[in-house]
């Protein structure tokens, strides 16, 4: 089922404008994300959806049926929540079916779906246990059974991860994303976390108090951010966003080394180069010194020094034996390099600059 | 070493072992002792009668009726208050404007001295002027005489300590229904859960704990009535609202029968253990129903 959201306006009693004019279209079978910081109004979206709180402007429109006035149990959603939201004297199995029995779902009915749903989150031999007695993993699962025995085709989930350790996290973003495309879900997926958005979304909303900055594929977002909140979100270690000017078809960074560029701009700009986007060997055009370095294992992460104050973080995916006052020299991948107005911070292209030939 | 850290503890625990010792141990035990004496007018003991003094309460149809109604009281006055208070911390729980008044107002009895509050109950009973018989007369129903009837005596009374209570529970309740997880309710929410489904799956759960410990302050407040009793109906009619506190201040300081009152403070001490106990050992084998 699609769901719609057109021009969502929520303003508190105080006059705090929380959501500013929301649009956006969530395709059947979609798996959505809305990521931001906290007190960017992601939450607040995924309450309007579910009814817990009424918009103050706005349609909200689930499969062509508008339901922004109807109740919470009349829009056919099922909801994941951030702390599990179990209640501590039922069963696994009693939680699991307790909207079905809410709704006065058959008896047979019911204990059919529990028993489909228990195989699903491999949680069978645990359903006469109590939450309190089950980890973490394990009562999200418990959360994500309930969710999913509705038979709702469309699922919320507020920060489901959140409460769970790395090693959890990644194997349940596995789970969630799988059990969706199998089941053809529709799902909205609230998290603050970008590791999430980018590797669980079809589709990302990045918000910024209660704006939408961008919405698209999550590697669209990556590699072509409108502005530089939304490059800066995205990516870790953050991307690189150094003071350039473009004079006479040459842009040159602060510590003077030059690029050619193609385009007719002039002026100050905004240069952003993913940590990631730097090659290091001995041939390089630039130099810096290394003022920090993060051994990883499988690659290194380091900041270097390169002149007139600016510091730029760089990612490869070798050990590199270097020690903090090291020179190092290197270049930039230049088709990935992107060039923001140094005033409004919006994006004005990517990769246009070339190397000046020596 | 040990020496001195023993004689350390022992300087740190001294004024809360003097002030017990003083005010709780030593009562105590006089009390135990007083319960096998016979005493003269002063309350100074005469000579020992071993059980007497018990054989003799029990043996009394005035102290039947005292334990009788000192039940009857505290089983009503604990449900009631109880049951009343948690409804009315269900309904100030509610997200509504100007609720902040309402809470106030429900927990604002607990701000006001027995004495005060048994007095304007007083006032409120009075068959002449009290508000009671006044609606009773504009409802065109027959008059009550609320504290000179056996049974409403015992009802006035009742709904005094109710009133007086409610406010304390009230306040405590409140607290344990506004911490019940907001996202458990929503879950209801979602899935259109009827009223019922929702105090029994989600609320009364939640708040159990809390309602065992209102439960338990509230019924051993209402053993120890005595401010009321005093002041609207000084045990009367008939001994019918002379509950035990009560019993035993006259037994003690009108009677002059230190002894016999002792043996009351006895039974008393040990129904308020019996009832304690019981109500423990039901929290614990809920427990441990929950630990599987």
Redesign the interface.
């Known amino acids: 089922m699609s769901i719609k959201l057109q021009h969502l306006k929520k303003t508190y009693d105080n006059g705090e404008e929380v959501l500013t004019d929301i649009n956006t279209v969530i395709e059947d079978g979609q798996f959505y994300v809305l990521v931001g910081a906290s007190g960017s109004g992601k939450s607040t979206i995924l309450n309007a959806v ?3 709180i009424p918009v103050t402007e706005g349609q909200i429109l689930i499969g062509d049926k508008d339901v922004t006035n109807l ?4 829009r056919n ?3 994941v ?3 599990y ?1 179990l ?4 069963t696994v199995a009693e939680n699991i079916v ?6 006065h779902v058959d008896k047979n009915i019911q204990q059919e779906r529990l028993a489909e749903v228990l195989d699903a989150v491999h949680l069978t031999e645990y359903q ?3 939450p ?2 089950l980890s973490g993993g394990q009562r999200q699962r418990v959360s994500l059974a ?1 969710a999913l025995v ?1 038979d709702a085709k469309v699922v919320l989930m507020d920060e489901p991860l959140s409460n769970l350790d790395a090693k959890l996290r990644a194997e349940m973003r596995r789970e969630i994303r799988s059990l969706q495309q199998a089941l053809g879900l529709t799902v909205i997926y609230v998290t603050h976390d970008q590791t999430e958005a980018m590797t669980m979304g079809d589709k990302v909303m990045l918000l910024n108090q209660g704006k939408i900055e961008q919405i698209g594929a999550p590697l669209d977002l990556y590699n072509h951010p409108v502005n530089t909140f939304v490059a800066d979100f995205f990516g870790s270690p953050a991307i690189n966003l150094l003071d350039a000017t473009i004079a006479n078809s040459k842009l040159t960074l602060g510590n003077g080394h030059s690029f050619k560029f193609n385009q007719t701009l002039e002026g100050p700009v905004k240069v952003g180069i993913r940590p990631e986007n730097v090659h290091i060997y001995p041939g390089g055009s630039m130099n810096g010194k290394v003022t920090f370095v993060e051994p990883l294992g499988d690659g290194t992460n380091l900041a270097v020094d390169i002149g007139a104050g600016q510091l730029m973080r760089m990612k490869v995916s070798e050990q590199l034996l270097l020690n903090v006052g090291d020179d190092v020299r290197f270049d930039v991948v230049l088709d990935q390099m992107m060039l923001f107005d140094a005033k409004t911070e919006q994006l004005l292209s990517v990769g246009q600059a070339e190397n000046i030939a020596v | 070493m040990h020496k001195r850290q023993n004689l350390l503890a022992f300087g740190l625990l001294f004024p809360s072992i003097l002030v017990l010792g003083t005010f709780v141990f030593y009562p105590m035990i006089k009390t135990f002792w007083l319960s096998t004496q016979t005493t003269d007018l002063m309350g100074n003991p005469i000579n020992s009668v071993g059980f007497k003094n018990f054989t003799n309460l029990f043996n009394s149809e005035i102290f039947r009726t005292s334990i009788t109604v000192t039940l009857i009281f505290v089983l009503v006055t604990t449900v009631v208050t109880v049951v009343l208070a948690y409804w009315l911390a269900i309904l100030a729980s509610s997200k509504l404007k100007g609720i902040g008044f309402f809470r106030t107002i429900f927990s604002a009895t607990m701000g006001i001295s027995v004495t005060v509050a048994s007095i304007l109950w007083l006032f409120m009973f009075n068959p002449q002027i009290g508000m009671f018989s006044r609606i009773l007369a504009f409802l065109h129903l027959p008059d009550i005489n609320w504290l000179s009837d056996p049974v409403w005596a015992l009802v006035a009374i009742i709904g005094t300590t109710v009133w007086m209570n409610l406010g304390f529970s009230f306040l405590i309740l409140l607290g344990a229904v506004q911490a019940i ?1 907001e ?2 309710y ?9 009223k019922w ?1 929702r105090l029994t ?2 609320t009364l ?2 708040t159990e704990p809390t309602v065992f410990f209102v439960t338990v302050v509230t019924l051993i407040n209402a053993f120890q009535t005595f401010g009321q009793v005093d002041i609207l109906t000084a045990g009367g009619p008939d001994y019918h609202t002379n509950l035990l506190v009560y019993s035993i201040y006259q037994d003690a300081f009108v009677n002059h029968a230190v002894g016999r009152a002792s043996a009351e403070s006895v039974v008393l001490t040990v129904i308020i253990m019996v009832v304690t106990f019981i109500q423990f050992y039901l929290n614990k084998r809920k427990a441990a129903r ?3």
């Open positions: 579910a009814g817990f109740p919470p149990k009349d959603l099922a909801m929540f951030q702390n939201a209640m501590p004297n039922l307790f909207g079905l029995k809410a709704r006469h246990k109590r309190t007695n309930r509705s | 997880p996202d458990l929503q879950v209801a929410d979602l899935n259109g859960a009827s489904l799956k989600i759960p939640a929950y630990a599987d």
